[in-house]
């Protein structure tokens, strides 16, 4: 079994920061890309940052230069900071990671259980 478990999520005022942390367990056999989504009610899931097993990172035009993903490839974890937040980064954040688990064939698409991330003006 694998999954993964975020934490990090709450309350903050416009201009502050938070940081979002998930980390991958179970069998896992290997990683490659990480990434945050987010999600707010009656909209879709929205891509926010992704990063490969190599560092490569990419973001959506909305966080560019306030948020910064990051990874810890030993213990599989990866991390959103969230600097500059604004209201409508309020969302519910996902953590999503492509994994090989062992004795599996290929990667599979696993996510987290969110975390609330709500913003005040």
């Known amino acids: 079994q694998v999954q993964l478990v975020e934490s990090g999520g709450g309350l903050v005022q416009a201009g502050g920061s938070l940081r979002l942390s998930c980390a991958a367990s179970?069998?896992?056999?290997?990683?490659?890309?990480m990434a945050w989504y987010r999600q707010v009610p009656g909209k879709q899931r929205d891509l926010v940052a992704v990063?490969?097993?190599?560092?490569?990172?990419n973001y959506a035009d909305s966080v560019k230069g306030r948020f910064a993903i990051s990874r810890d490839n030993a213990k599989n974890t990866v991390d959103l900071q969230m600097n500059s937040l604004k209201p409508e980064d309020t969302a519910v954040y996902y953590c999503?990671?492509?994994?090989?688990?062992?004795?599996?064939?290929?990667?599979?698409?696993?996510w987290g259980q969110g975390t609330q991330v709500t913003v005040s003006s």
């Open positions: 999503n990671a492509d994994i090989k688990a062992t004795g599996g064939t290929r990667p599979w698409g696993y």
């Open positions: 179970g069998s896992i056999f290997s990683i490659n890309a």
């Open positions: 990063i490969t097993s190599g560092g490569y990172t």
